[in-house]
């Protein structure tokens, strides 16, 4: 009975601590794409200065917020984000509007891809 007990609380503990990562996962995803959003909208405008700043932010940001997550996901898809921000980072520095939104859609559709690639769902299970 003693052994039955210390599985289930094991066993409730995985579960929460995967609801707790998910759930961080998918706000930390979200305000990286509202991110992306801020610099689209200064990159539309030929806000260079801002969008520049906007980025540098970001990728400050994602060094600091996203480092857990490496342990937890894909390392194929981190790589591909940092690779792909970098490539934004430049092409906003150079002021290349088609490039910058271009890259910079493909980063938020890579950062909102993790969210749903991890989620526990039949689909995911299945």
Sequence with gaps: ???????????????????????????????????????????????????????KALDKKWHSEASWWPVLLDHQEIDNIEFTLARVKEYITQKNTDLSLGHLSELKLMIQHIPEKEAVNLKNIL
């Design 1 to 55: 009975m003693r052994l039955l007990s210390v599985l289930t609380v094991l066993l409730v503990i995985m579960v929460l601590v995967g609801v707790w990562t998910n759930h961080t996962i998918n706000i930390t995803a979200e305000d990286f794409s509202q991110d992306i959003d801020q610099i689209v909208k200064a990159a539309e405008t030929n806000n260079w200065d801002a969008a520049i700043k906007k980025t």
